[in-house]
């Protein structure tokens, strides 16, 4: 589009020369902005990435700088820079915007207001999701800022349950590519695929390849909403910089049939590629990101089948800084939920009885953090600290005589016992103090066993954690009811408040988007090269320390999301803090008061002025 422009003209009239409001860049900035001045007679004008950045991705030298961005039609078009009708007067002069806008000028707030007024207009979900993809196209901070100021509100369109139909409808969506694909096509170039990638200093990458999108299944290459969706959360909850979020989907084919036979559908059409070409392409994309990207940034991995999803753990944990949601971050986000029930149910973890029903990535990754926990606390050793936890699996509850046929992620919980078939005879033979649902089966804890749990435990703890909510083991308002209002419950998918017996319930939502953020901030802000499961443990203890006492008046074992950037900046703070004290960490100094340390690293949405 440029070509053909004599650069010095180009570079007067349509590049401004902006000064930041604030100081401090190092001099790979610098060179990054000379980059862009430089770059003026090539295909694109670069902007250089200026406002609300964080510094936890920074050197802390500070110097004033100064830097460069697109002016006129490219300004209004960058999503990172465009600031809409709130640019004023002065910036509309300078950057020959006059006469591109309409006259009035807004400020964020009223942008933002009447940005919330469209959403609100549309009744369904899916409309709501792509109206706030369109924003997020077209000016990324107001996006930010509207899902930070109504996280609550805006969580379940961004996220978890809309993003689910929108994989499913994706594409026939979306109008622009988002993220990086890296298919079985880009074997033996992977390295050459992740240069294409616009932004050079990444530190948080989510990687799926599509295989089991959340309740849904194999979605093959539309599962990128996944990874879109979660780094959006790492920015609005987390405060990590957009550009510093890297959303990739590895295409190796997918199993479903519909998509297989869909002349639209986006990725490979064949069958999934499996073990030795399966390992190969991952293990060439591991060492692909660790070349370009370093040591220190974050690969979550999302929505893996839980055979691979295992694997990859165990297999790249003591080479890279991996994390998996679906295993650690469930299993801190409910090691959480239960330190702080105790104290509504009273007593230490160890002193309590674990039954799960599912054995899978949520529920052996839970049930091995509560283990860690009470071993770390009681000085038993882990094997003594499993046995106070049970787990049903589809063939029942999971014992010794089954060992040889398990799957080897659900052997450890082989205790002795005699075969028991299912759930309800599980609870009465084992009865346990605390029932959590894994099994992505809905109404599965029913009258009789809430019934059977309510019968030897005072206050019996209920989580029903399987989504989206028709999958849930039981509703809010069963727990209470059934258990005559005894029940503390928590769930997977959100409920509303309860009234039963004149008393109002607060069910609480065991909500991975709680730990995430805060725990991939901690690691950033650090430097940690590597994941240890101490780190997890702090990041549960963090989050427990964050529910107060009239969050527990009314039932809560989890704070309000409304406070979700506090709560992750302590969050930051206990996993950087621990990372520093095993050593993992290789940020230095370490700055003294990391919980204000965090807070300003993170990224803010609100507008930088232009000159
Ligand atoms: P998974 O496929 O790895 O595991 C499911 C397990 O359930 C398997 O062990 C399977 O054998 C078992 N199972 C299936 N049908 C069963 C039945 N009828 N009775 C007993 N066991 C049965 O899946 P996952 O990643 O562990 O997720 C499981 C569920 O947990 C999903 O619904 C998911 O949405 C939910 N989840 C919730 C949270 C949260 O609340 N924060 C986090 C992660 C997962």
Known sequence: MLRGVNPSTFRKRAVGVLKLHRGGRNSRIRAEMERAFNHVNGESVNSVDVYGEDKASEEQTLTPWSASIASGYTLLRDPRYNKGLAFTEKERDAHYLTGLLPPAGFTQDLQEKRMMAILRDYKVPLQRYMAMMDLQERNEKLFYKLLIDNVEEMLPVVYTPTVGEACQKYGSIFRRPQGLYISLKEKGRILEVLKNWPEKSIQVIVVTDGERILGLGDLGCQGMGIPV?????????????????????????????????????????HKRATGQEYAELLEEFMVAVKQVYGEKVLIQFEDFANHNAFELLAKYRTSHLVFNDDIQGTASVVLSGLLAALKLVGGNLADHTFLFLGAGEAGTGIAELIALQMSKKTNATIEEARKKIWLVDSKGLIVSSRKESLQHFKKPWAHEHEPVKDLLDAVKAIKPTVLIGTSGVGKTFTKEVVQAMASFNEKPLILALSNPTSQAECTAEEAYTWSEGRAIYASGSPFDPVEFNGKLFMPGQANNAYIFPGFGLGLIMSGTIRIHD???????????????????????????????????????????????????????????????YAESCMYSPVYGSYR
Request: charged content about 25%; glycine content about 6%; overall charge positive.
């Open 229 to 269: 969706g979660k780094l959006s959360l790492y920015t609005a909850l987390g405060g990590v910089r957009p550009s510093a979020c890297l959303p990739i989907t590895i295409d190796v084919g997918t199993n479903n049939k519909k998509l297989l036979e869909d002349e639209f559908y986006i990725g490979l059409k």
């Open 534 to 596: 101490d780190l997890l443990l702090a990041a549960s203890e963090a989050l427990a320390a964050q529910v107060s006492e009239e969050n527990f008046a009314k039932g809560l074992i989890y704070p309000p999301f409304t406070n979700i950037r506090k709560i992750s900046a302590h969050i930051a703070a206990e996993v950087a803090a621990k990372a520093y004290e095993l050593g993992l960490a290789s940020r230095l100094p370490r700055p003294k008061d990391l919980v204000k």
